[in-house]
């Protein structure tokens, strides 16, 4: 796998400067050109944007935002400038800014695999009509009413595959009846975003030419008991004349027909193609026994490629939906080994905070920061290791205090029993154990507990002035807790 190069070696200094120095013409001529080098690097056009707004182009403006957020679909900037462009005047069509938008013109193909699909294929395929030249749908025996429903859709040529254990046959099965330039893969219980129909063939269009194997992942949003979970991982779009192949009966990638779906160059980078699912619904899943059925395949895919990292990887996490999770320890153990020899293999993040997951339900806090402190040396911004190293250390940091409240006990009562020459410090069994305790207890969160003993022990020993500044931050933060319950 190769890393994303489209941002490498862009200076946006000059631009970011004649745009605080309202320098908008000049932002947008500089922001042009570092499009015309590198159309691919989303911050040139996210600039662009923004000089065009400034200059009342919001139309334009509009359709560069468009453009950033297709190659960025997790910016964290969206929001704010949609509600910015809500109120921005249209301003006159820029005929060259439509002209830098231009993309390749390239056919496309849609593939969908199926069986007993009756719930959902009228919804998935309704969603992509009129966004491909051609839709193919391969059923492996549906026997309820998938294929009647698909006989509505005229535009649909469904192929007939017998299941032979291999989600991936299917797929190649289905690609070599397509005639198109690129594919994009839609599960039958997902469907597309209807703003997001054209721009499926803009992406294909805009990696096209590169010349690294393109694969590209959607923004695939499940829908799993009200809440909506957001994947960016999953490959579903790519040229159809670059040797690709799929590998693994299930779970399965795309890679080159001779050679390693884990092991090969490629230019990986999710773009905003988004498709809402909801196959992973405890009901649906339940009812389709995947789950059993995954680790079935993958217990094949594992002992025909034990050397393939990737394979142990899904394996742990179907054994983990099976609460398996010893097996899905080991597992991740035979993941990361393998990986030793597959340098390229990109899933190692997962396979360390996978661990560290596990960990944590085990309570294992140090074996959590270990995983945390592998999966940052990947990537030191990655947020689930910042946060579970986090929680490690303070779930660490609560056991130090019980601990620590232990030693200060024994330290008390070590006065009644202490018979050495050194004279210990009287004071720690007069009020310094005690008040220790009360700083404890404080950080925990017990601050009644930890107000009380600060008071009894200021009355009892007056002059010890470390007392004193415990208590204003308690009563501190008593005010303010007092000032939000009376607004309340």
Partial sequence: MTSNPSMAGIDYTGIIDHLKQQRYADAEREATLSIRQQPLAPQSWTLLAEALLHQGFGSAAKRAFGRAWLLDPQ?????????????????????????????????????????????????????????????????????????????????????????????????????????????????????LYEEDRDVVREAAGLFDDIPYTPILNIWQMNQIQGAVRHEFSQARLFPLRRGLQYHGRVHEQIGPVDGDAFNFAAYRQPVRIRVQHDGYEPAVVAAKNKVTRNLTLLDMMTQEQPENPGWWLYHARESLAADLPEQAKASLSMAEAAARHVPSFARLLDVYMLTAKINAAEADWIAVEENCEKALALHPDFPDALFYRAMAKLKQGYALYREAESSLSQAKLGFSTYRGTVTPDYEIGRWKADASLADIARAVGRFGDAARMYRHLAEQYPYADQLQKPQRLIDEQRTVLNLLYDKK
């Fill in 75 to 191: 910016a964290d900037w969206v929001a704010h400038v949609h509600r910015h462009l809500e109120h921005a005047p249209p301003g006159p069509r820029r005929e060259d800014i439509e002209l830098l938008l231009r993309t390749k013109p390239v056919s496309l193909a849609i593939g969908i695999i199926a069986r007993d699909e009756e719930r959902t294929i009228a919804r998935c395929l309704a969603s992509v009509r009129g966004a491909a030249d051609e839709i193919i749908l391969v059923d492996s025996g549906s026997t309820d009413r998938t294929l009647s429903i698909a006989a509505d859709f005229p535009e649909v040529k469904t192929i007939l595959v017998p299941w032979h254990n291999s989600f991936a046959e299917l797929r190649n099965e289905g690609m070599r009846h397509m005639q198109a330039d690129w594919v994009l893969w839609i599960d039958a219980d997902e469907y």
